[in-house]
């Protein structure tokens, strides 16, 4: 990962689920000597401010910064050049969604999706819960009719 996220100097996003795996994973790459920062919701408005005009500036310190997908950081930057689901994305559509802030001014740029066994027991779990759910509607909608 750091190999990665030190080449992506125009910028770098790494989505992960948890804070505190925002907070540990920045606070991993700033001791191995990559400019990381944390983007989440329990941070204050002034922080998340600083960190998005930091990154978007291109600030040393912000070259990488490690976000929750809940919290939409709400910026289009050009040159991400490199989008990390270090946490499985919640839907394809996410995973699009997010993998897309990648090269968006045309210049060759990377998504990259990190999972383990464990992620993928979690992903396989929430599409069932989403199909029984469909499931259920689409019996309730025939009952309605």
Sequence with gaps: MTSSAG????GCLVYL?????????ASDLRRDGVGATAYH???SA???????ADWLA????????CATVACGMGVDKADVRLVV???????LAAY???????????????AVLMYSEQDLQRSRY??????????GDEHAAQEDA
Excluded: M, N
């Design 96 to 110: 699009y969604q997010e993998a897309g802030r990648a090269g968006r001014d045309g210049k060759p740029s990377r």
């Design 41 to 43: 919701a329990a941070l």
């Design 126 to 135: 929430f599409i069932d819960q989403e199909a029984l759910k469909r499931c």
């Design 58 to 65: 291109g600030a040393p310190t912000a070259r990488v910064v």
């Design 7 to 10: 080449a992506a100097t125009s």
């Design 85 to 91: 689901h270090y946490s499985t994305p919640s839907s």
């Design 17 to 25: 689920h948890k804070r505190e795996e925002c907070d540990r994973l």
């Design 46 to 52: 002034s922080v998340k401010e600083q960190v998005l």
